[in-house]
């Protein structure tokens, strides 16, 4: 089935890692985090290393080792999660990226950049920790 809108692979990694591991509130390890988030351990690692890299994430080696914020979930701004995924993001006027269209107007009425604005709107207004407030407390994400 087609999806309307979505998000790389690799984001959707990054943010549930972050939420993971904002909400253990100690280190977790990637292999954990890819087990939870049902995702590759080797694309689980590559994205962690790509946070920790930008600046979201320290890292602890040895058996109780992992990954931790940097800096408190309320201070990290959703946006600066994608962009250390993907780089700086912009919204195009155009689905196809064309400079102009062909038709003069746009087929869809410019609803893919309403929809785009929207989305990077609420990725510059929101934190982590507005995600995460939001997680089902009840929920057991972790092993015991």
Avoid: W
């Amino acid at each position: 089935m087609t999806k309307i809108l979505a998000i790389s692979e690799a984001n959707a990694i990054a943010f549930h890692a972050m939420a993971l591991i904002a909400k253990s509130q100690i280190s977790i390890n990637a292999n954990d985090i890819a087990e939870i988030t049902n995702s590759s351990k080797h694309h689980t690692s590559k994205v962690l290393q790509r946070l920790v890299k930008e600046g979201l994430l320290g890292s602890t080696r040895g058996p109780s080792g992992g990954f931790y914020l940097k800096k408190p979930a309320k201070e990290i701004v959703l946006m600066e999660i994608l962009e250390a995924i993907e780089g700086e993001v912009s919204v195009n006027e155009c689905p196809i990226d064309n400079p102009v269209c062909p038709f003069g107007n746009c087929l869809m009425g410019g609803v893919c950049y309403e929809i785009g604005e929207t989305m990077l709107n609420y990725l510059r207004e929101n934190t982590l920790q507005n995600i995460i407030d939001e997680i089902n407390p009840d929920l057991k994400l972790f092993k015991k």
